[in-house]
């Protein structure tokens, strides 16, 4: 999903939070959901600039586009041993780290989680509509290790 949908979701799932819980979010919670929803991407970019060599922000972004065309053009089997990048802020392990957070520290962290987590909802949805045999993003160490063994679509 690309960053404009997340945060045009993440806007309608912040304002809702904010209208059903106004004491407890407050204009602040509103938008630190709305930005953790959209900015947890930013995993994206340096995945592909540090693999690729190529730290211009529009380059690595015409980058998707193409290795998305790249990999429905392949055949599903090899399409299913092929990644596009790890982005180690997706998983439970990061999202762990904000839920001890906000309970130990601030209600501000559990804000971020809340945002974490309805963009994590959104990927595995849109994730279901590329008809991948997998789901990835559930658990970085674990993608981690599985995209070891696999081809980057690139190579």
């Not at 299913?80 to 209600?107: A, C, D, P, Q, R």
């Not at 981690?144 to 081809?151: N, V």
């Amino acid at each position: 999903m690309y960053p404009l949908q997340h945060l045009f979701l993440g806007i309608l799932f912040g304002v809702l939070l904010f209208f059903i819980w106004p004491n407890y979010f407050g204009i602040s919670g509103m938008i630190i959901v709305i930005a953790s929803s959209v900015l947890i991407d930013v995993d994206h970019y340096l995945y592909i600039a540090i693999k690729k060599k190529q730290f211009n922000f529009f380059k690595v972004k015409k980058w998707f586009p193409i290795a998305k065309k790249k990999l429905f053009e392949l055949n599903s089997e090899r399409r299913n041993n092929t990644y596009t990048g790890w982005w180690f802020l997706h998983g439970f392990e990061f999202m762990l780290v904000f839920l001890l957070l906000g309970l130990f520290i601030s209600k501000y962290f559990l804000f971020v989680l809340y945002g974490l987590f309805f963009h994590h909802i959104l990927d595995y949805l849109h994730e279901h509509d590329y008809h991948l045999n997998r789901y990835d993003k559930v658990s970085s160490i674990y993608d981690f290790l599985k995209f070891r063994k696999m081809e980057f679509i690139d190579d």
